[in-house]
């Protein structure tokens, strides 16, 4: 710590904001004024308008809504959805990341821009698809339903869904970092005679390892509040096939708007809280690369 | 362990890396591979590691440490060392986990106990001089500490040979003189058998107990440092080797003329190039019979322990570099502007034709 700049910055009364005298990058008060305007707008305001409707609720009757068996039961189901759908993105994501980045083969470009096509196709066009494909008469639906998987209107369908729209999260969370991580640490523990699994596991995971859970984390939130993609191929039975967004849109379709604000606020509040661990858990891991303590 | 390389060539798709090549290294050298860069030096050195495959078209080369053939064993069981130029540390692990990860990895029938991988780990850190930094991470320590850790954990799996790839490139000035001089010192002491590339004349001149120097994919002189600078094989050699300055002009008569510069030379008639060494030019202030070559003093810097004196003249394409000692700078009393002569203790010439034309050095 440098108790003389903290001092210095103690005397003025706005030392934070104040301080364009001694900061050496211009800018600073414009981009951050937009910042926090742009933020208040598309973020805050919105989510103020959320807290805004919780306010006609009594806490007893928050309490009896977001607790209601069929809501409860639409938890399980998105959550046991979305943490299956994130791990199988982790594996398959790393394995997509690590072929893009590791060889070079025709079409190497065209698989790279395929990659985005999850975050770009609206989501309700890949859930018809996805149910077109998985309904018992369709093309895999066909093939899988006497072998005795039934995808489409069950929790498999909702989590492959899911896997669809946030597989881009982790490939291209960990591209990046292991574009940047030379080879010559792989060749390094090869040298020490290192087995291919070996180097995989103690040197290469370990480093990607930040990157991988971030990814996984934000591809498990995003399924949480996914929609679009899953109504199609869900079936959507009470109980069974539910998931936590549908009863927010059921909620709203019988004009009961505080019921699906205090349901929305669940699933907003997990999404922060995860989102945030991850966040103090990586810079925590990034410190110790890069040389602070740890 | 002494490596043989025979007949080892490398392409790289249509472009060829190297040109077949013979090399014999004795138990216990030190080797350096020395080009500019695209010479293929470091092609040489990751094909000894089993980094790079050599060609097997049209015929595959042999690599031998010792008795043993190791053309195609991978490079995890190749029994080597590598050190690369930006360390290549594992990051995540400390310093310790570093130089132990090559011990941690062996198969469980070879692999020592805990506490034997223990002692050998601080056996090495105490012989690099990082044992006080056993638990920091590599992103923590300065380049030359995290190249010794390198170092350290190449050692700990006891290497038959040790290779370096530019160890010292990546390091400022300072510490690459200090870390040179361990290097030297610890090969001197553990005896490996090691070979390191380097595009710097001065690291490997001063490093190495033989020099192979390298261009364009060939071995041009494989050489004692001292061979080496006095008997160069050939023009490239010799101007790899340190500074060069170039006279070019006719010969008539045993005479050189350039302009209004003649020098007295031993050569046919005909058209002549000849090299002369910084420190073989003696600046006087008045011609000499054998030599008229008139120069003015464009810019003195004191570097060390001699002058270095850059010289023009009318004649002179490229300006010439003097480097005379401290004594005779203070004796001409060397300034700017000032008119001199040049007379050249000793000149070398080589064959134009052919640049593998062996030396002829001559004295003037």
């Known amino acids: ?294 | 362990m002494s490596i043989r390389l025979q007949q080892i060539s490398k392409h790289f798709g249509n472009t060829r890396a190297l040109e077949p090549v013979n090399l014999d290294i004795h138990e216990g050298e030190l080797v350096g591979l020395l080009g500019p860069s695209g010479s293929g030096k470091t092609t040489l050195l990751r094909i000894i590691a089993g980094l790079e495959s050599a060609d097997t078209h049209p015929r595959s080369g042999k690599i031998l440490f010792g008795d043993r053939d190791v053309t195609h064993v991978h490079v995890r069981d190749r029994r080597i060392g590598f050190v690369f130029q930006h360390y290549a540390l594992f990051r995540h692990m400390s310093v310790y986990e570093n130089v132990a990860f090559g011990l941690k990895v062996m198969p469980r029938n070879r692999r020592p106990s805990t506490g034997e991988i223990r002692a050998r780990v601080f056996r090495l850190l105490e012989m690099v001089k990082l044992e006080d930094f056993a638990n920091r991470f590599p992103a923590q320590l300065s380049g030359g500490q995290q190249q010794r850790v390198s170092l350290a954990r190449a050692l700990a799996v006891k290497p038959d040979v040790l290779l370096l790839d530019e160890p010292f490139g990546a390091l400022d000035a300072k510490v690459r003189q200090d870390l040179r001089r361990w290097l030297r010192r610890l090969h001197d002491e553990l005896n490996f058998t090691s070979v390191f590339v380097t595009h710097d004349q001065e690291e490997a001149l001063e490093l190495s107990d033989r020099v192979v120097v390298m261009s364009n994919g060939k071995i041009e002189q494989i050489d004692t440092p001292e061979t080496l600078y006095r008997h160069p094989a050939n023009r490239f050699v010799f101007e790899f080797l340190g500074d060069v300055n170039h006279l070019e002009g006719k010969v008539q008569n045993g005479i050189l003329t350039c302009g209004d510069a003649r020098l007295d030379v031993d050569l046919p008639d005909g058209h002549e190039e000849l090299l002369l060494r910084p420190h073989e030019l003696r600046l006087i202030e008045t011609p000499t019979a054998h030599a008229h070559l008139p120069v003015t003093v464009t810019a003195t810097v004191p570097v060390g322990a001699e002058v270095r004196v850059e010289l023009e003249a009318d004649w002179l394409a490229n300006p010439w570099l003097a480097t005379i000692r401290h004594a005779d700078f203070e004796r001409l009393g060397l300034t700017r502007g000032q008119r001199l002569y040049v007379e050249p203790r000793r000149w070398h010439r080589f064959a134009q034709q052919s640049p593998r034309y062996s030396p002829s050095p001559s004295t003037a």
């Open chain 1, 1 to 294: 710590m440098k108790p003389n700049v903290l001092k210095a910055g103690a005397l003025k009364p706005n030392g934070l904001f104040r301080s364009g005298s001694t900061r050496v990058l211009p800018g600073f008060g414009l981009s951050m004024g937009i910042s926090v305007t742009f933020i208040s707008l598309v973020l805050l305001l919105p989510m103020t308008g959320l807290f805004g409707q919780l306010a006609g609720l009594s806490l007893a009757q928050y309490w009896a809504i977001i607790t209601e068996g069929r809501v409860v039961a639409s938890y399980m189901v998105t959550i046991g959805a979305a943490a299956v759908a994130a791990l199988v993105n982790a594996v398959f994501g790393l394995l997509l990341a690590w072929v893009l980045v590791r060889y070079s083969f025709p079409g190497k470009r065209l698989l790279d821009a395929l990659m985005d096509l999850p975050f770009a196709l609206p989501t309700a066009v890949a859930g018809i698809t996805l149910a077109t494909l998985y309904a018992s008469n369709g093309w895999m639906g066909r093939l899988l339903e006497p072998l005795g998987f039934q995808v489409a209107y069950t929790w498999v369908g909702i989590a492959l869904a899911m896997a669809f729209t946030s597989i881009p999260f982790v490939v291209r969370t960990v591209q990046p970092v292991l574009e940047d991580m030379p080879i010559e640490v792989d060749e390094a523990a090869m040298s020490l005679g290192a087995t291919d699994g070996v180097a995989f596991r103690r040197v290469i995971l370990p480093h990607l390892w930040p990157a991988l859970v971030t990814g996984t984390g934000l591809a498990f939130v995003r399924s949480l509040g996914e929609f679009g993609a899953i109504i199609f191929i869900a079936g959507n039975m009470p109980y069974e096939t539910e998931i936590t967004a549908l009863m927010i849109f059921v909620k709203l379709q019988e004009y009961d708007f505080a019921g699906a604000s205090a349901i929305a606020s669940v699933v907003l509040f997990v999404s922060l809280a995860l989102l945030l661990a991850i966040n103090i858990w990586q810079g925590r891991f990034i410190r110790r690369l890069h040389g602070g303590k740890g």
